[in-house]
């Protein structure tokens, strides 16, 4: 029956989303069921996309890319697929009326992994918007259930809660992008001598994504801010955790924040949003 490969092709990006990022995982089961199978849907198709460029080191990922694009279009043009994860990918583009634009957005910056490996501004905000941006974008699709008036209302703000949580990766992954898949994200920065005012200008920056950011997760349907807030609240002790380190030590090392600190992270934070307070 093809409910049953529904189903499981759900619980394949389910399963992805849960493996790969337990922090996001936990704030999604705060979602009603039918918004926690989009996310996922979406979360898995981006998943297996960042692992063709940042792990399949050995294969021929150019090719691979662009072999998962052609099936990404085909998937949605068609309405199905064999490949579990675009299959439900392509049903959550298509019911709630995903831009492809954002898909093509994604999918370029992905490429952009492929061949660049440092960035002046333009390709840097190019980057962050392909990457990241347009992922909250679609999940803001669903979250809104398409109230278009809504989404371009909210869009501002999901722009800058994406492009904050992305910054905050490359600050915790600098090591790692630097050293293994020789990446440097941020324009114009000196990984032999990391400057403090440079570090400065980028923490700054951050800090006003997260600011705005905040002004449109308070005005998201119930159904969805509580989840999004925490993954926000979480996020932001990541990075102040991280500007308060030394630069060349939060560097050398991945920071991560404790389970212990998680947890409560998350009840602070349900708590806060069934008060109205946050």
């Known amino acids: 029956m093809k409910s049953l490969y529904d189903q ?19 704030s999604i089961l705060l979602m009603p069921k039918k918004l926690r199978k989009a996310i996922y849907a979406i979360y898995g198709f981006v998943r297996v996309a ?37 299959h439900c990918f392509q049903e959550v ?5 995903i831009d492809h634009e ?40 669903v979250f809104l259930n398409g109230d278009e008036a ?14 904050a949580f992305q910054k905050v990766n490359f600050l915790r992954d600098m090591k790692h992008d ?24 980028i923490y700054d920056d951050i ?9 449109g997760i308070e005005q998201l349907p119930k159904s969805s801010r509580g989840a999004v807030y925490i993954a926000y609240k979480y996020y932001r002790r990541l990075f102040a955790k991280i500007r308060k380190m030394d630069t060349q030590k939060a560097f050398d090392q991945r920071i991560r924040i404790p389970n212990a600190i998680k947890f409560r992270i998350l009840c602070s934070s349900y708590l806060r949003h069934q008060l109205n307070v946050l």
């Open 93 to 97: 583009v298509r019911k709630y009326n």
């Open 150 to 163: 809504e989404y371009l209302r909210l869009k501002p703000t999901a722009k800058s809660l994406g492009s």
């Open 50 to 86: 960042d692992e063709i460029v940042d792990t399949f080191l050995d294969y021929d990922q150019g090719n691979m890319l662009n072999e998962f694009k052609d099936e990404t279009y085909k998937a949605i043009e068609r309405g199905i697929s064999t490949n579990p994860v675009l």
């Open 102 to 141: 954002l898909i093509d957005a994604f999918l370029h910056s992905m490429e952009m992994d492929l061949y660049r490996s440092q960035h002046d501004q333009s390709t840097y905000e190019e980057y962050i918007y392909g990457s990241a941006e347009v992922v909250g974008l679609m999940c803001l699709k």
């Open 8 to 26: 499981i092709s759900y619980e394949t990006s389910e399963h992805l989303t849960k493996e790969y990022s337990t922090s996001f995982s936990l």
């Open 207 to 215: 800090e006003k994504d997260f600011d705005y950011a905040l002004e």
């Open 178 to 201: 630097y050293q293994n898949l020789e990446r440097v994200y941020f324009p114009g920065m000196d990984m032999v001598s990391l400057s403090p005012e440079q570090m400065k200008a």
